[in-house]
């Protein structure tokens, strides 16, 4: 999902990071509402990091990192798993790939649109309906969450300085259709993890209800 240096345009990015302040600013008054959650999304920043950090594949205009995007929202809540997205793509960008910085709000704006779309519309269903999580359920989160990622790539490329063919977008787009099969079980051994010592009080701090 990160787009390579040299496909969009300055004042596009430009545009980008206004979008991203604007988005996170906006948000960012919950936080300080609950300072528990500033704990919940400097955690999950650091998970993001060492999910991308742990599979990256540069494929054609972008790369295929494994991100656990639906482990960090239902285990820490939609704002410190958004919150995480960005503080994880700025310290990659800091200590492992600084070209990655120039892209930072358009990389930011691929993770968290689609993570606002999933949670308004699947998440929110799931947790009026306090069903159980299962792959099932997992699955399709995932499913719609990646079909968001790869539809914001598409976006940055259609608008880029640079003609990208389709089948460029295409290289990059299925890869993800493998990670949607893994993550969901992923996740759910991750939420069992976080079940198991949800009597723990440093836990039920770190933790939203859901995932415990």
């Known amino acids: 999902m990160h787009i390579e240096p040299g496909y969009v345009a300055s004042a596009k990015i430009l545009a980008a990071n206004i979008a991203t302040v604007a988005l996170l600013g906006s948000q ?5 509402k609950r300072p528990q959650l500033i704990v919940r999304s400097l955690i999950a920043g650091v998970f993001f990091t060492l999910f991308m950090q742990a599979f990256h594949l540069p494929v054609g205009p972008s790369e295929l990192h494994f991100l656990g995007a639906m482990s960090l929202y239902l285990a820490f809540g939609l704002l410190p798993a958004l919150f995480g997205f960005a503080l994880g793509l700025l310290a990659q ?3 492992f790939e600084p070209t990655d910085l120039v892209h930072l709000g358009v990389n930011t704006l691929s993770l968290a649109v689609p993570l606002m779309l999933v949670h308004a519309t699947l998440g929110q269903r799931l947790q009026a309906a306090r ?15 990646y079909a968001g990622v790869t539809l914001m790539v598409g976006f940055w490329l259609a608008i880029g300085e640079v ?18 099969l893994v993550e969901p079980v992923f996740t759910l051994l991750v939420l069992h993890a976080i079940g198991r010592r949800r009597h723990s009080a440093a836990v039920r701090f770190c933790f939203q209800p859901q995932a415990l």
Request: hydrophobic share 65%; no cysteine; charged share 10%.
């Open 163 to 180: 003609a990208t063919p389709l089948a460029a977008w295409l290289a990059f787009a299925s890869p993800y259709a493998a990670i949607v």
């Open 93 to 95: 960008g800091l200590i």
């Open 28 to 32: 960012s008054v919950h936080l300080l």
């Open 131 to 145: 069903a159980r999580l299962d792959v099932r359920s997992i699955l399709k989160l995932d499913a719609a969450f």
